[in-house]
């Protein structure tokens, strides 16, 4: 298949998965890590991927270009802004380790709007999935600032840069409870067995 999408994939695999006792990106689902199962789906269609993470060792094995956070203990936009400042095209589709149903033509479809704005954002009336959206490396300035400033929290740069949010009443094409589901917890885990 061909990688039409002229940008890089990023996953984040920074967390201390303390929730769930041990690293959440090797769970198995289906006989498969959920890191592994992730880059199945992206790999066919984005020009790079490339894991954060502040543990690199643990993913040695899967041959991908691994970059730790710049900014260490300031949360997942550490690993944003490490994301960007690394990848080798102009933007990037961004995805935690711990969500494995993940859709990759919605992945692409948030890429489509990268023409326009700096970054895009699933919405779902008030709640946002920033760790499951698309961002332009001219974001690198918004997010630095931010993280200087030691906000941690992701949307903390968005009123800095043109931001696209996707707004999921308005499109069910979707299952997105699926697709953002995420496993933090043991609980979560065994749900996402009987999902998968």
Same mark, same amino acid.
């Given at each position: 298949?061909? @990688?039409?999408?002229?940008? &890089?994939?990023?996953? !984040?695999? #920074? #967390?201390?998965?303390?929730?769930?006792?041990?690293? @959440?990106?090797?769970?198995? +689902?289906? %006989? $498969? /890590?959920?890191?592994?199962?992730?880059?199945?789906?992206?790999?066919?269609?984005?020009? *790079?991927?490339?894991?954060?993470?502040?543990?690199?060792?643990?993913?040695?094995?899967?041959? +991908?270009?691994?970059?730790?956070?710049?900014?260490?203990?300031? %949360? /997942?936009? &550490?690993?944003?802004?490490? #994301?960007? $400042?690394?990848?080798?095209?102009?933007?990037?589709?961004?995805?935690?380790?711990?969500?494995?149903?993940?859709?990759?033509?919605?992945?692409? @479809? +948030?890429?489509?709007?990268? #023409?326009?704005?700096?970054?895009?954002? /699933?919405?779902? %009336?008030?709640?946002?999935?920033? +760790?499951?959206?698309?961002?332009?490396?001219?974001?690198?300035?918004?997010?630095?600032?931010?993280?200087?400033?030691?906000?941690? @929290?992701?949307?903390?740069?968005?009123?800095?840069? *043109?931001?696209?949010?996707?707004? !999921?009443?308005?499109?069910?094409?979707?299952?997105?409870? $699926?697709?953002?589901?995420?496993?933090?917890?043991?609980? *979560?885990?065994?749900?996402?067995?009987?999902?998968?």
């Amino acid at each position: 298949m061909d @990688k039409h999408c002229p940008y &890089s994939a990023v996953i !984040l695999a #920074g #967390g201390s998965s303390s929730r769930m006792k041990t690293n @959440k990106a090797l769970l198995q +689902l289906n %006989g $498969k /890590p959920m890191l592994t199962i992730i880059i199945e789906k992206l790999q066919p269609f984005f020009q *790079e991927i490339i894991i954060i993470s502040n543990t690199p060792a643990q993913y040695a094995n899967y041959n +991908l270009p691994i970059y730790t956070d710049i900014f260490p203990n300031r %949360g /997942p936009l &550490s690993g944003i802004h490490s #994301g960007l $400042k690394n990848i080798t095209n102009q933007a990037a589709f961004f995805v935690a380790c711990d969500m494995p149903f993940l859709d990759s033509s919605f992945a692409i @479809k +948030l890429t489509d709007y990268l #023409g326009q704005f700096q970054a895009v954002v /699933p919405r779902q %009336g008030k709640y946002l999935q920033p +760790l499951h959206a698309a961002y332009r490396k001219d974001c690198l300035p918004a997010v630095e600032q931010a993280l200087q400033l030691e906000c941690t @929290k992701i949307r903390s740069f968005y009123d800095l840069v *043109e931001v696209k949010y996707y707004d !999921l009443i308005d499109n069910a094409d979707y299952n997105w409870e $699926k697709i953002f589901f995420n496993v933090n917890t043991p609980e *979560e885990y065994q749900m996402a067995l009987n999902i998968s």
